[in-house]
């Protein structure tokens, strides 16, 4: 069946009648390489910025779009931009803060930073006044440019499904052949243990949305490497998942479809957006949402949806011009 073995049992194919719907999954890679050769022809610039997170933070802000608000962003050693301060002097503000490379993926050298009154603590558990912490993120930004960001909290109602660590909800969005944008696949990314997010990697749930009320299905949970184990309730707080319908869900819709907008001509984004008390904020997007994170939270098929046929069909179109019709 052309499948990589990790496929097969991650999207649970060997369930009874699952392995005719084989051929309509991305597999490890695929997506990448399709959204990214697309995208190079035809939105080359904006998927750059969709790689940028600081940019892009600034890109939608400019446009009136709430997103997580960067305070401090290092790069190099030395702090380029600050909300308080100047480069030369920079300031915190004396809150919890969050830090993430620039460039993360899957939530890597993601840390939090708790604020005691007399500094910050992390999760080492050793406290560093500012002079201290400025300096160790100015001397980690060597290896990777950083962001740092006040420490937002989830919405009340979340808390039975997130109480102490930031949940976000992954939105596709898909500019159609009609140049419409419209959501077509969405996951609550759902904490577990004491993880800085919520990936999967970090022992995460993910759980589908349905588009049109916000309600949650069961939550799926990698046991291993490529084992995926259904969960009903979570394993923390015991709450039920399945169900669960998410606060200020048309809001959430409405930011993702607001924000591909303001980006020209790019076909297929993943939006990561927080839901607090104040509503939906965007924490990234995604030029390559991957096919993990698209099709394994409700086990539909990339193949099922839109997606598939609108980036064919871009495809060929990019493909099927005469030599020298396009000045790229």
């Given at each position: 069946?052309?499948?990589?073995?990790?496929?097969y049992?991650?999207?649970?194919l060997y369930?009874p009648?699952?392995?005719?719907?084989?051929p309509?999954y991305?597999?490890?890679?695929?997506?990448?390489?399709?959204?990214?050769?697309?995208?190079?022809?035809?939105?080359?610039?904006?998927?750059?910025?969709?790689?940028?997170k600081?940019?892009?933070?600034?890109?939608?802000a400019?446009?009136?779009?709430?997103?997580?608000?960067t305070?401090?962003?290092?790069?190099?050693?030395?702090?380029?931009?600050?909300?308080?301060?100047?480069?030369e002097?920079?300031?915190?503000p004396?809150?919890?803060?969050?830090?993430?490379?620039?460039?993360?993926?899957?939530?890597?050298?993601?840390?939090?930073w708790?604020?005691d009154?007399?500094?910050?603590v992390?999760e080492?558990?050793?406290?560093r006044?500012?002079?201290?912490?400025?300096?160790?993120?100015?001397?980690?930004?060597?290896?990777?440019?950083?962001l740092?960001?006040?420490?937002l909290?989830?919405?009340?109602?979340?808390?039975?499904?997130?109480?102490?660590?930031?949940?976000?909800?992954?939105?596709?969005?898909?500019?159609?052949?009609?140049?419409?944008?419209?959501?077509?696949?969405?996951?609550?990314?759902?904490?577990?243990?004491?993880?800085?997010?919520?990936?999967?990697?970090?022992?995460?749930?993910?759980?589908?949305?349905?588009?049109?009320?916000?309600?949650?299905?069961p939550?799926?949970?990698?046991?291993?490497?490529?084992?995926?184990?259904?969960?009903?309730?979570?394993?923390?707080?015991g709450?039920?998942?399945?169900?669960f319908?998410l606060?200020c869900?048309?809001?959430?819709?409405?930011l993702?479809?607001?924000a591909?907008?303001?980006l020209?001509?790019?076909?297929?984004?993943?939006?990561?957006?927080?839901?607090?008390?104040d509503?939906p904020?965007?924490?990234?997007?995604?030029?390559?949402?991957?096919?993990?994170?698209?099709?394994?939270p409700?086990?539909?098929?990339?193949?099922?949806?839109?997606?598939?046929?609108?980036?064919?069909t871009?495809?060929?179109d990019?493909?099927?011009?005469?030599?020298?019709?396009?000045?790229r």
């Amino acid at each position: 069946h052309a499948l990589d073995p990790s496929v097969y049992y991650t999207f649970r194919l060997y369930r009874p009648g699952a392995l005719r719907r084989a051929p309509l999954y991305f597999q490890r890679g695929e997506t990448s390489e399709v959204y990214r050769l697309l995208h190079l022809h035809t939105a080359h610039e904006e998927a750059e910025l969709l790689l940028d997170k600081g940019r892009l933070e600034r890109w939608l802000a400019a446009r009136d779009l709430p997103t997580a608000g960067t305070v401090l962003e290092v790069a190099g050693g030395a702090v380029v931009r600050t909300r308080h301060g100047t480069p030369e002097a920079p300031s915190l503000p004396r809150t919890a803060l969050f830090s993430k490379p620039n460039d993360s993926l899957r939530g890597l050298g993601a840390q939090r930073w708790a604020y005691d009154g007399d500094g910050w603590v992390g999760e080492d558990g050793r406290r560093r006044d500012e002079a201290a912490l400025i300096a160790e993120l100015r001397e980690a930004s060597r290896r990777r440019p950083l962001l740092v960001q006040v420490l937002l909290r989830n919405h009340p109602a979340l808390a039975p499904l997130a109480p102490a660590t930031l949940s976000t909800v992954r939105v596709l969005t898909l500019r159609g052949l009609d140049g419409v944008i419209r959501p077509v696949l969405a996951a609550a990314k759902i904490p577990a243990g004491n993880a800085p997010t919520d990936h999967m990697r970090l022992g995460g749930l993910a759980a589908p949305v349905d588009l049109a009320t916000g309600r949650l299905g069961p939550a799926v949970r990698k046991a291993d490497a490529t084992f995926v184990a259904r969960c009903e309730r979570h394993p923390d707080t015991g709450a039920r998942i399945d169900g669960f319908v998410l606060p200020c869900w048309e809001a959430v819709l409405g930011l993702a479809v607001r924000a591909h907008a303001t980006l020209g001509r790019i076909v297929v984004v993943g939006w990561d957006l927080a839901i607090l008390e104040d509503g939906p904020v965007i924490i990234e997007g995604n030029d390559n949402p991957g096919h993990s994170s698209s099709q394994l939270p409700g086990g539909i098929a990339l193949g099922e949806t839109p997606v598939v046929p609108t980036v064919a069909t871009m495809l060929r179109d990019v493909f099927a011009r005469p030599a020298g019709a396009s000045g790229r």
